[in-house]
């Protein structure tokens, strides 16, 4: 059974910096990509990140240079290191196993003006 669990998530000012972490198991890690998302109150669910299975990485326009997906292949874990946050990057963020179409629960990141 594919079990994602999110953590790091938390409330901090604008300009600070969140580290998100997603621990995968249930499945072959190192032959999977992985993608975080977010979802804000009333909006959409977006697509934040990907990184392959050999670490090609991809970024929404409005994270890039500000956020840095990665993996340990070793720990089974992704991910999120998120500097110069803004109040507009308030939102649950989720982390997505692609091959398995799997989803963690969600970690909720709170940034205040």
């Known amino acids: 059974q594919v079990q994602l669990v999110e953590s790091g998530g938390g409330l901090v000012q604008a300009g600070g910096s969140l580290r998100l972490s997603c621990a995968a198991s249930?499945?072959?890690?190192?032959?999977?990509?992985f993608d975080w998302y977010r979802q804000a109150p009333g909006k959409q669910r977006e697509l934040v990140a990907t990184i392959t299975r050999v670490g090609s990485t991809n970024y929404a326009d409005s994270v890039k240079g500000r956020f840095t997906i990665s993996r340990d292949n070793a720990k089974n874990t992704v991910y999120l290191q998120m500097n110069s946050l803004k109040p507009e990057d308030t939102a649950v963020y989720y982390c997505?196993?692609?091959?398995?179409?799997?989803w963690g629960q969600g970690t909720q990141v709170t940034v205040s003006p």
């Open positions: 997505h196993a692609y091959s398995y179409n799997s």
């Open positions: 249930g499945i072959i890690f190192s032959f999977n990509a």
